[in-house]
């Protein structure tokens, strides 16, 4: 017997749409979430049409701004709103939680479920709920076009941890209902440290930003992450796992990612970002403020670096990466993103 029948997703871009389409073509009942009533207002109907790894038609239940609305009597709550706006989400939230049901931030992001948990205690929620966060978006997908999702690829494995393990077992299990590439990770640390996000999104935007200032039109991953790019990535991509080490995860790395997710396989990063059919067609954002730079730095690059700074792991790569971007950008990322005041990172590190 299901023990899902309604399920409230957060958040109207991309991924948003798209799960929200996809749960209600699997026949569950769904409220969809936009933070501003003129977002709600764009939407001339729930109809959906769902394209590429799955063809349908389908509809919502309900689409609104009003939180304690789209979350009430749902089970599960998926928080897909870019992880920069965790703490929004986490206030709109808490007020309206009750017991039992199940969030799960898709994905957290670095940290992701600590600074949901903490924004939700700080305002006076009592509710025992089941948080948990996945390392990566379970889609590949975009959303050209108001109502019509294009999903390119199911991932095959997404790993997904909880707040807090007691809960571990039983949210695997909620979540076992609709997918069954879930699996457990060990812990936060985790699925935190294993964002590949921060790895493939900033760096590439960054070595192609006037081609996205521009308004240029190429395919992110197959053209945007050339040899010489990948080759920086795969040296971000060290001091991630270095610095996961350091807090006792065991990582996966970027190419070992793609191989678990997508089935990709190459003899560089650069070979397997090529061999990744999914990415084939996925076009590079066509402005400069994307969610590759404020998410993946903010939430990602950020608390990367800060751990490894507490553990005393070099970041160069990431360093720079965040210095460059609050120079292009005009903003400090490092004050802005989740960093050590914010986070006690000291307080993970393995004994």
Request: negative net charge; glycine residues 6%.
């Amino acid at each position: 017997m299901s023990k899902i029948k309604k399920i409230a997703v957060i958040s109207s871009g991309n991924g948003g749409q798209s799960m929200a389409a996809y749960f209600a073509y699997l026949g569950y009942r769904v409220a969809l979430y936009a933070r501003e009533a003129e977002r709600v207002d764009m939407f001339s109907d729930f109809k959906f049409t769902i394209s590429g790894a799955i063809n349908a038609e389908t509809e919502v239940e309900l689409i609104s701004s009003d939180m304690g609305e789209v979350i009430k009597n749902a089970e599960l709550i998926m928080v897909t709103t870019p992880a920069q706006y965790h703490p929004i989400v986490a206030r709109a939230m808490a007020p309206y939680l009750v017991n039992g049901q199940a969030v799960v931030l898709n994905p957290g992001r670095t940290f992701g479920t600590l600074a949901f948990s903490k924004v939700i205690k700080e305002c006076g929620s009592t509710a025992e709920i089941m948080l948990g966060e996945t390392d990566t978006f379970t889609f590949t997908c975009r959303c050209p076009e108001l109502r019509k999702p294009q999903i390119y690829k199911i991932k095959d494995t997404v790993r997904l941890a909880a707040h807090d393990n007691a809960y571990a077992g039983e949210l695997l299990d909620l979540m076992h209902e609709i997918f069954k590439m879930f699996c457990l990770a060990e812990n936060v640390l985790y699925t935190g440290f294993s964002n590949i996000g921060m790895i493939f999104h900033p760096m590439p935007i960054l070595m192609n930003i006037t081609r996205v200032e521009a308004k240029e039109d190429f395919k992110f991953y197959v053209q945007g992450i050339s040899p010489l790019v990948a080759g920086i990535l795969e040296k971000m991509d060290a001091e991630r796992v270095a610095v996961a080490n350091a807090y006792g995860a065991a990582v996966p790395t970027a190419r070992r990612w793609l191989e678990e997710c997508y089935g990709s396989r190459g003899n560089s990063l650069y070979e397997q970002i090529q061999n990744t059919q999914a990415y084939k067609t996925v076009l590079a954002p066509t402005d400069i403020d994307t969610r590759y730079i404020f998410e993946d730095i903010l939430t990602g690059c950020v608390p990367t670096s800060c751990a490894g700074k507490a553990a005393g792991i070099q970041t160069e790569v990431l360093d720079t990466l965040i210095r460059w971007a609050s120079i292009l950008y005009s903003r400090d990322f490092r004050a802005e993103g989740r960093n050590e005041n914010l986070i006690d990172f000291k307080s993970f590190l393995k004994n």
